[in-house]
Nanobody, 121 residues
Framework: QVQLVESGGGLVQAGGSLRLSCAASGSIFSINSMAWYRQAAGNQRDLVAT???????NYADSVNGRFTISRDNAKNTMYLQMNSLKPEDTAVYYCKTDLLVRDGLMRGIYWGQGTQVTVSS
């Protein structure tokens, strides 16, 4: 099986920085794309940023220029560096991976449990 473990969430003041991590483990053959989503209270889950195998990245307009997504392929780990945080960034952040498992090279999409990010004004 595959597990995604997120860390780095917490409480920070507006203008501050925070770095989220997402470590994938288990019977993984390879990871294609990885992404961060977030869901604020009472709202839908929205895409924040994506990163492909080769490192190509995309960002939501709301975070572009402030957030940076990266990955360490050797460690099957993804990061989200969040700078100049705003109260509207407050949400539960979720890690998502598109990968191939070792057993039969089956493709699957896996989600982390989510980590709370709270930005105070």
């Amino acid at each position: 099986q595959v597990q995604l473990v997120e860390s780095g969430g917490g409480l920070v003041q507006a203008g501050g920085s925070l770095r989220l991590s997402c470590a994938a483990s288990g019977s993984i053959f390879s990871i294609n794309s990885m992404a961060w989503y977030r869901q604020a209270a009472g709202n839908q889950r929205d895409l924040v940023a994506t990163i492909a195998t080769g490192g190509r990245t995309n960002y939501a307009d709301s975070v572009n220029g402030r957030f940076t997504i990266s990955r360490d392929n050797a460690k099957n780990t993804m990061y989200l560096q969040m700078n100049s945080l705003k109260p509207e960034d407050t949400a539960v952040y979720y890690c998502k991976t598109d990968l191939l498992v070792r057993d039969g090279l089956m493709r699957g999409i896996y989600w982390g449990q989510g980590t709370q990010v709270t930005v105070s004004s």
